[in-house]
């Protein structure tokens, strides 16, 4: 599967390729749907559009930006929970940058330069809905997968992987 892709350009101003995906569990359930587009470039549109979601339940929201990397957000009344899997990715992208920020990470570009990919952030931001986080962190050292690779597999963890893959389906994925 992942041998078919060409590696990643530069970003643009384009949206990136990938896709976003509202995940709620809600009475013992799993729901997925496709977030909007604007949520691959702002960090911002994605939050607000998961909190616009009404539920009781818990509710997150899985970014794959060109299969490259992937954030995973979770707001919360006590502040928005994220997960940057490569912060590498800030040095091309607008929305890895807008993550670190988010997340007073203290990296500077050379450092990013001169760094193989590590994540940065929340790994036990689902551990309580069911992704333990030395599972999470296991899934992250899996550097052969890709981004949409990484997301199947937390969804297969957390057992909505089928609901994940209907709403890839619908986007054409």
Known sequence: MGAQRAPAQQQSVDTPDGFGVAVVREDG???????????????????????????????????????????????????????????????????AAEALEKLDAEIDEEELEDSDPFEEGDLGLLSDIGLPEAVLGVILDEDDLYADEQLGRIAREMGFADELAAVLEKLGR
Request: hydrophobic share 50%.
């Open 29 to 95: 359930k799993w729901r997925c749907a496709p977030m909007r587009r604007a949520a691959l470039t702002s960090l911002a549109a994605a939050e607000k559009e998961l909190c616009e979601i009404r539920s009781a339940g818990a509710v997150f929201g899985l970014l794959d930006i060109d299969d490259e990397f992937f954030v995973i957000l979770r707001p919360a009344p006590a502040g928005t929970r994220l997960l940057l899997s490569d912060a590498t990715a800030a040095l091309d992208y607008d929305i």
